[in-house]
Structure formats: C-alpha cells, structure tokens
C-alpha cells in the first residue's frame, strides 16, 4: 500500500549514485538493453537503465536510426525505496534512464544529445568499446588516450544543454595507471556528472578477471568530486557487494550477469520463474523481434536446461512455439 499512495521523486543519476545505498546500474547492451528488457530489470532492483551504444552521427542525421534505435515508456524506469548514505530515512525514487552514444565529432555528440535529452535522465559518452571497427572510427576506446579531445566532446554537449544536466563517460582502465588518472581528472574539469569504469583494458577479454584495484585507484583519482560505477564480474548479489566494498564505488554495473539472470540485484541466484513470465509479457506488449526474444529467454534459461533440452528450445522458430514450450514446463503467462 505504502508504495501506491507515495509518488517516486525524479532524481538524476549522479544524485542517484551519490545520496543513496546500494545502486545498482545495468550497462548498455548493444542489441540486447532494447525497451522490454529495461523495463524488465526495473523490477528486479536496478535503479539505473541504459539505452545500447548508439552512433551519434546516425542518430543526429537519420530519423529512421532514432525510431529504431529508440523507444521509452513511463513506466519503465521503474520506482524504489532508498536508503540514504547517512542512515537516514527510506525514500520513494524514480529510476533513470541513461542514453549511450558512441562519438568522436563534439558538434555532431552535441546534436544527438539535444534531440534525446527531453527523453531520458542522462546522456553517456562511451570511451570503453573495445571492437576494432569502434577504434579504426575512433571512437569508443580509441578516445580512451585522447583526454583532451573527451574535454571537447564533454563541453559541447553541456554548453548545448546546460551545464546541470547529466553528461557522464564510461572507460576502461589503462595499464598505465597514470593515463586513467588523467581522463577521469580531465572528464571531471570538463563537466561529467558521474564516471563508469570497466575494470579490464581495451585488450582484455571477458575471459580475465576484471581489476578491483584499478577500479578503486579510478574511484580515488576522482577524489569524491563525481561518483564512480564499478563495472565488471558481477554475476550475483554477494559479487556486486565485493565489488562496492573492495572498490569503494558508489553503484555496481552488471552486464553478462544480467542477461543471465535479470534479477541478480535482487538476489536470486538463477532467473526466476517470474522474471521470464513477466520478461514474455513485456516482450509481447511493447513488441521485440522473435531473434532477440529467443535469445534473451536462452540466456535466462541456460542454467536450468540440460544439454538436450537446449537443443530443443534453440530449435523453435517462434513466439508461439516458445510460449508453448514455457507453459509445457510449468510457466504461465494468462
């Protein structure tokens, strides 16, 4: 009842990140962090949605990038209770939802940012995309050495929009440590509401572990003036936990673990039933492309499945047969 009669505040991001416990972030996904599967993990306890990487000088010149790349609704972003920092008491938060581009022209980052900003509650500059075409078109991690051109695009997006709205950047860690230190240092004098940092570096797989201690020497070099996402291996609620501690950061960002199970962040160690019976209704209400729809319900349903049973699901061909095979083992979706 509590939750019915008290409207959620509208909080932006940093202040999100910086006045409450326990945020919790999921990272923009290309292809996969499409609408339905944001409004999905708003109700399993993350506080924080991103839109996938998009190109920002597609987005800016093509209407129909805009319509494909982007849709909202109210009431995705979710609302929580919130513990704040001090002990204080509980409070009712809207969720965010945060909007990623991937840019190397300031004026044309600018340009995207001021047609999507009415529409979301930040924009994020993404310095970390590892892909080799993202650094031949230097963009993502090819920006990662080239803080003073980060400075550029930063400024041009907040002289656009005004300087109190949210402008942050996510990177990966250097090998040189020192480097790290100056784009978050550089970032911050250019305005950046908050930084996300991804603790491998632009060589590493997934396959290695990620780097707790350079994400916490990223958290010390901002030195408290803007708060720091710690991103990386966390597959569950007890890893975003170490994660806040070891780091000192102040949200957890999960990625991979969050296609597995959605509902990580409110501790269940595999995807619930209800999770993939509300993440097919979701799918089915706002519209989502059977491909994309099949593998979401894979990755959920991966740890359930024998090897037989994979075989199997991976053999349906459509939204039909998935939901009948579902309600065959016990899920309901009336």
């Known amino acids: 009842m509590e939750d019915a009669v008290i409207e959620p505040e509208i909080i932006a991001p940093q202040e999100m990140l910086r006045t409450f416990e326990g945020i919790n972030v999921a990272a923009p996904l290309v292809r ?10 708003s109700l399993y306890d993350v506080h924080i949605t991103h839109v996938p990487m998009t ?26 209770w919130l513990t704040e920092r001090n002990k204080g008491p509980r409070r009712r938060v809207r969720g965010a939802l945060v909007m990623q581009f991937a840019a190397n022209d ?26 080799r ?28 929009l005004g300087w109190n709205y949210p402008i942050s950047v996510k990177i990966r860690v250097d090998p040189e440590l020192e480097r790290t230190e100056r784009l978050v240092q550089t970032a911050i004098h250019a305005g950046v509401s908050h930084v996300t940092v991804h603790g491998r570096t632009r060589h590493q797989p997934s396959s290695d572990p990620v780097s707790l201690p350079s994400i916490r020497f990223a958290v010390e070099a901002a030195k408290g003036e803007v708060p720091i996402v710690a991103n990386g291996d966390a ?16 949200g957890v960002m999960s990625a991979r673990g969050l296609l597995a199970n ?5 501790g269940y160690e595999q995807t619930p039933s209800s999770a993939v019976e509300h993440f097919v209704r979701l799918s089915t209400d706002y519209g989502m492309l059977f491909p994309l729809f099949h593998r979401h319900l894979a990755y959920m349903l991966e740890s359930r499945f024998s090897r037989s049973e994979k075989l199997l699901f991976n053999s349906l061909a459509s939204h039909a047969s998935v939901v009948d095979h579902l309600e065959s083992r016990g899920f309901q979706f009336m």
Do not use: M
């Open 32 to 41: 996969y962090s499409k609408l339905p599967f944001r409004h999905l993990v």
């Open 55 to 80: 190109l920002a000088a597609e987005f800016s010149r093509s209407l129909q990038a805009r319509h494909s790349d982007f849709t909202t609704t109210r009431e995705e972003r979710g609302a929580f």
């Open 106 to 131: 300031p004026k044309v980052f600018a340009d995207a940012a001021q047609l999507i900003h009415p529409h979301v509650d930040g924009i994020d500059l993404n310095l970390g995309c590892p892909q």
């Open 133 to 160: 075409w993202a650094y031949s078109e230097k963009i993502g991690c090819w920006l990662l050495r080239q803080p003073d051109h980060v400075r550029d695009l930063v400024r041009a997006a907040k002289d656009r």
């Open 235 to 250: 597959w569950s609620t007890r890893e975003a936990e170490q994660i806040r501690t070891i780091t000192g950061a102040q």
């Open 262 to 266: 959605p509902a990580l962040f409110s």
